[in-house]
């Protein structure tokens, strides 16, 4: 990837080099079709290099930010005599961009947003603290993973659910980031008092339970159901939460139901559940105002890919945007998608 992604800019300079001399030599309307070709041949360059989805976002993301802030910055310098008004233009979409950059890879990746939900039932006969810790997804224990964890473990919940995708490595970086995890969750005393549910992710191939070695935490690869003092807790399969035809019974109706699954398309299936819990989406990453999330990767309707969500029958979706974000090829940014610790209260439903 790394060859990769220096090819494609060198390209792309060459690019930019051309379209700025363009610009200096031409009218207003050739310049403006300058701008716009060479923002068709970034993104042509980026799916002729890119080998996979994430990897032509990677490289879009250098074309975008980068290259487009060269051209338009340099389009601005060489118009600022003889068009005034179009090289303002240039110069304040330029800025724009510059911005978006700085939100989207150094702000919003570690702008952890705490989200408090209350959800009264008639099930509940006393107040319950469920944390909600979706997609830690990271290839490192740094200071933000450190910050996660501990205000895990301020809320000192009742019930804490993981809903998969862990760590994003593979082979003994996996290995060794997994251990330094599980000494961090012993150091903090996770997982306190909470009995805690982890399901499989994605991207959790191989031994991932062994995360949570030595801790009191319930780590899943099938579909299974267990019954606490108030609540029954269904934690699914990957597979079972990939599919939209899933069924899962209640078998009795007085207890407070929740289904815990990685992706959120089993919700379309037939779930007999008070609260049915999901992450994977991270709440598509990137979402554009008037737009939403670009992408989702789960059969849900875009509107459901994050945050609450009322279903038929009284019943609720909800889906993390979770902690970290994808990595490997893919670019590492989120822009108006702030990762997500959810904090869940249900309380008794006062008459």
Known sequence: ???????????????????????????????????????MVA??????????PFSIFHLAAYGLFLHGTIVLTGTAVVLSRRHRKTSTASAVVAIGLVAVAVDAFLVEPTWLEVTRIELPSAKIDRPIKVVVLADLQTDRIGGYERDVLRRVMEEDADVILLVGDYLQLRGEQYDEVRRQLNDLLHEIGFPGRAKVFAVEGNLDAGPWPEIFEGLDVTATRTTESFELDDLRVTCLGLWASRQTTTVVDQPTSDRYHIVLGHVPSFALGQINADLLVAGHTHGGQVRLPGIGPLMTLSAVPRSWAAGLTELPGGRKLLVSRGIGMERATAPRLRFLCRPQLVVVNLIP???
């Open 349 to 351: 439903q006062s008459d």
């Open 1 to 39: 990837m790394l060859l990769r992604i220096l090819v494609y800019n060198l390209l792309m300079l060459v690019v930019d080099a051309a379209t700025i001399r363009s610009a200096r030599q031409s009218n207003l309307a050739a310049c403006v079709g300058g701008v716009f070709a060479a923002g």
């Open 43 to 52: 993104i042509v360059l980026a799916v002729a290099f890119g080998g996979g």
